[in-house]
Nanobody, 118 residues
């Protein structure tokens, strides 16, 4: 089992910044991909950004040029730097890790609330 613990969410005004962190522990399998997803009230969970073990990144069009994902493999931690936040970024943000080689290696964090006020 792998545990993912997110931190860094909160309330911020539009135009502000937040940095989310997600630390993995337990039976970690490398290489793995890590990512951030979000779910707003009444909407489906959507991809925000992902990063491979070797730091290849992918972003949703809605966050490109505003958000930046990074990871520290030595600390088994992934980060999401969010700048120029908009009210539509308000959601619960979830951390995920999965392995490209082991289909059952797919874990989620409990989520952290991000609220952007206008």
């Amino acid at each position: 089992q792998v545990q993912l613990v997110e931190s860094g969410g909160g309330l911020v005004q539009a135009g502000g910044s937040l940095r989310l962190s997600c630390a993995a522990s337990g039976r970690i399998f490398n290489p793995n991909n890590m990512g951030w997803y979000r779910q707003a009230p009444g909407k489906q969970r959507e991809l925000v950004a992902t990063i491979t073990y070797y730091a290849r990144t992918n972003y949703a069009d809605s966050v490109k040029d505003r958000f930046s994902i990074s990871r520290d493999n030595a600390k088994n931690t992934v980060y999401l730097q969010m700048n120029s936040l908009k009210p539509e970024d308000t959601a619960v943000y979830y951390c995920n890790t999965k392995s490209p080689n082991v289909p059952t290696y797919d874990y989620w964090g409990q989520g952290t609330q991000v609220t952007v006020s206008s």
